[in-house]
């Protein structure tokens, strides 16, 4: 099955930016919605923004304006650039299949993820 690799996270100073990487092993271009999801010590997963295959796009309401998703299915890779960087972004960075009713599941095994650290 599919699996997901990210990469692109980092230690960066708030305010500033940084580019996350999610390259799949196979074909993406038919996951109807992808997305980025992160969670801190202590906290929930929770989803960050998502995407579909052709491009539209919804954003947790506390990065709206900062992120910006995209994906390249003819590279089979998804990415989160993140600008105006702020300490309570700080967290693990996954990708995923975002659910969707019965057609579609996220894969059991999340991964290693990226880290993703803001501070001073």
């Known amino acids: 099955q599919v699996q997901f690799v990210e990469s692109g996270g980092g230690l960066v100073q708030p305010g500033g930016s940084l580019r996350l990487s999610c390259t799949a092993s196979?074909?993406?271009?038919?996951?109807?919605?992808m997305g980025w999801y992160r969670q801190a010590p202590g906290k929930q997963r929770e989803l960050v923004a998502q995407?579909?295959?052709?491009?539209?796009?919804n954003y947790l309401m506390y990065v709206q304006g900062r992120f910006i998703i995209s994906r390249d299915n003819a590279k089979n890779t998804m990415y989160l650039q993140m600008n105006t960087l702020k300490p309570e972004d700080t967290a693990v960075y996954h990708c995923?299949?975002?659910?969707?009713?019965?057609?579609?599941?996220?894969?059991?095994?999340w991964g290693q993820g990226t880290q993703v650290t803001v501070s001073s």
């Open positions: 196979g074909n993406i271009e038919s996951i109807e919605m």
């Open positions: 995923n299949i975002v659910p969707r009713g019965d057609s579609w599941k996220s894969l059991p095994y």
């Open positions: 995407i579909t295959a052709t491009g539209i796009t």
